[in-house]
């Protein structure tokens, strides 16, 4: 939970910054790999067309194919149709696969290293994976298994799609290959595939290196990824995706944070009206990573802070999916005409909607 104003922001923070700097070399690498791969495909097609004037076809064509389809997965810059033939051919090849009880088993954080890692001394260590080069995945721990619907093992119908190989990124490092990648090296060389189950993309596995663990989607990695962004994550295409919103009103103690009331959403009209808001809301970007936040809020905030202790209160959410997933909410209803961090803030009619649904 967060303590403050202050605290609103992510803890991710600091590996936004040094992500955001790596997703920019990938992202020109990216162009790059894409220019190389129209130049190749258009080489294939040549090749194709002209290879049953210079010899046997069936010489030809199996070799042409089976590059394509290497290169396709390496550089990542297939269609959707292609992509699937990839992935069903990948699939072939795991040897995981075909076990038909998976055990499920932690990845253990290597030991802090500050220069190979760019965790601070004060922050936890994570296992993280990044997908698509702005996802965030953490590791799900033990406890919380059963909310998942989670078992100590894994059965083979648990995978699905098979995603790729984690590459390890540094600080340091020139490697600007695209997802899946991971700043902790314990996990260098796993292999990622989305979990099944679930039927969305906030939930996948990695195994490899005696271990196999399930990990779910936390946040962007970059600024500008909307609520609804979120949405398209979990699979939530509409209202009646969502079954509840469980919620605590929080206000400050001192130096505390204590819960002042609680209570669940479950009226269809209201869930209806949350999912309305929610899915219109605008996100800021900031000049960039250093800039720090921009001045309508920071003035807000300045405000805020003098408007009264019983005034300062934070709406922490918990939207429960009828998938068994849960997906984060923070609000502040009195910071300015009503914040959700990372976003611009709400109009003084939403405002009050959202007011009255969280009874504050």
């Known amino acids: 939970m967060k303590s403050s104003d202050e605290m609103v922001k992510s803890l991710f923070e600091r590996r936004k910054q040094y992500i955001s700097e790596q997703n920019k070399k990938r992202k020109n690498t990216i162009k790059i790999s894409a220019s190389l791969a129209a130049c190749f495909t258009v080489i294939v097609v040549a090749a194709i067309v002209a290879g049953p004037l210079l010899s046997d076809s069936r010489n030809i064509a199996p070799s042409v194919g089976n590059e394509n389809v290497i290169s396709s997965v390496n550089n990542e810059t297939t269609d959707s149709s292609i992509k699937n033939e990839n992935t069903l051919s990948d699939e072939k090849n795991h040897n995981m696969l075909n076990d038909e009880e998976i055990q499920i088993s932690l990845f253990k954080a290597s030991a802090l290293d500050p220069n190979l890692d760019y965790y601070g001394e004060d922050e936890l260590q994570h296992v993280d994976v990044i997908l698509q080069g702005n996802r965030l995945y953490e590791q799900i721990p033990e406890s919380e298994y059963t909310s998942y619907g989670i078992e100590k093992t894994l059965q083979k119908s648990d995978f699905g799609e098979f995603i790729g190989s984690i590459t390890e990124i540094g600080p340091y490092s020139e490697d600007v290959l695209s997802t899946p990648c991971s ?3 314990a996990i260098a060389g796993c292999e990622v595939f989305y979990y099944q189950p679930v039927n969305c993309d906030a939930v996948i596995i990695v195994r490899g290196k005696g271990h196999c663990s399930l990990f779910r989607f936390t946040n962007f990695t970059e600024e500008g990824f909307s609520y609804s962004d979120n949405y398209k994550v979990f699979n939530v295409l509409s209202a009646d995706d969502i079954a509840r919103i469980d ?22 009209s209201d869930i209806q009206s949350f999912f309305n808001i929610t899915m219109a809301l605008k996100p800021y970007i900031r000049e960039n990573a250093l800039s720090g936040d921009p001045e309508w809020l920071n003035e807000a905030r300045e405000k805020y802070k003098q408007s009264g202790i019983d005034n300062q209160v934070y709406v922490e959410a918990s939207v429960v999916l009828k998938n068994g997933l849960v997906m984060d909410f923070s609000y502040q209803p009195n910071l300015g005409t009503g914040y959700i961090p990372g976003h611009f803030f709400l109009s003084e009619n939403d405002n009050d909607i959202m007011r009255k649904m969280f009874q504050e």
């Not at 919620?247 to 269809?268: A, R």
């Open 183 to 185: 700043q902790e090296p």
């Open 247 to 268: 919620y605590q009103i929080e206000k400050p103690d001192g130096t505390l944070i204590v819960k002042k009331s609680e209570g669940s959403i479950t009226d269809i």
